[in-house]
């Protein structure tokens, strides 16, 4: 049960995170892109590369805190599948360049800010 709870607590906040941070982007950036999945995807891949980085090599955090903020937290913030179901939006209204770049940028920086979250990790 405890495990249950860890999730969900971490599910849950990682969604409402998730949320406010793509509308605030979305009503600032506007809809022609999906900017707010974007900066979701790259700071959840930041975020989860820190607490991973301090969870390993700093030993902070046992398995409910992993749980917690791997499982949870970034599985309900992080949801690429939103990035496959925007990208296949601007590739059916003939916006190639624009889906490429969704993809691309997600994926790239994803995995730049990533490593830049570990290496933080380890500094901090």
């Known amino acids: 049960m405890d495990k249950a709870i860890c999730l ?5 906040m990682g969604g409402i995170a998730r949320y406010l941070l793509a509308t605030a982007v979305h009503s600032h950036a506007g809809a022609s892109f999906p900017y707010g999945t974007l900066a979701v995807n790259i700071s959840g891949c930041f975020a989860i590369g820190l607490f991973d ?3 390993g090599a700093k030993g902070l955090s046992g398995p409910a805190g992993r749980l917690f903020f791997m499982t949870g937290f970034c599985g309900a913030y992080t949801t690429f599948s939103t990035l496959i179901f925007e990208t296949a939006y601007l590739v059916n209204d003939g916006q190639l360049l624009r889906a490429f770049a969704n993809y691309a ?3 790239v920086l994803g995995f730049v800010f990533f490593r830049l979250g570990s290496w933080l990790g380890g500094v901090v």
């Not at 969900?8 to 849950?12: D, E, M, Y």
């Open 53 to 55: 980085s301090w969870a």
């Open 8 to 12: 969900g607590a971490g599910s849950l």
């Open 105 to 107: 940028g997600s994926g």
